[in-house]
């Protein structure tokens, strides 16, 4: 067995990527740009050209905020009364993360002790009874556990920024009529 000196010349992209992330953070390259301070994420591609990234934060401070409903609804049914409007569907809603910075989501994950990129196929169903000579809407909302978090630098322990994690547990219908 033959041992090889390390050299940067042999060296993959992504080991040179990381000692400059590396130097740059210690203050031995020119100060970062303020794109850079709002990020907790380091993007490169390996030696094979797929897309990494490495993790330059910590997620602290994780606080549950309650039950919040989306903003789009994902199912809706409409009918002129007198008639009951019945809402049956399998639909599938996503978890998600939001931040003003750049941050991966691996470390969120294991902050808010889901995965923040899961999508989950649920069934639904509700239903509304509609007045005579009335045009009546039902629609469907996916509703998320809400936590907040921050996310401070890993070597200097500054507070980089905040942002939300969102986990579907179910729906909630809203019904109108005119």
């Known amino acids: 067995m033959t041992k090889r000196a390390f050299s940067p010349v ?44 490495h993790n330059l ?57 889901f995965d923040v990129t899961k999508s989950r196929t649920k069934s639904m169903s509700g239903s509304w009874t509609v007045p005579k000579n009335k045009f009546g809407t039902l629609k469907a909302y996916p509703v998320y556990k809400a936590y907040s978090f921050e996310a401070y630098g890993k070597f200097d322990g500054k507070r980089v920024g905040k942002g939300t994690a969102l986990k579907a547990v179910g729906y909630e219908y809203k019904h109108s009529v005119k």
């Open 57 to 113: 934060c910590n997620i602290k401070k994780v606080k549950y905020l309650g039950l919040r409903t989306g903003k789009n609804y994902i199912a809706v049914v409409q009918g002129r009364g007198p008639m009951t409007l019945t809402l049956t569907n399998m639909e599938t809603v996503s978890n998600t993360k939001s931040s003003s910075f750049d941050v991966t989501a691996g470390p969120v994950s294991a902050a808010v002790g």
């Open 10 to 53: 042999r060296a993959g992209r992504s080991s040179i990527v990381i000692l400059a992330l590396v130097a740059g953070s210690l203050g031995m390259a020119a100060g970062p740009s303020s794109a850079a301070q709002k990020s907790c994420a380091a993007r490169y591609k390996d030696e094979f050209g797929r897309p990494k990234a």
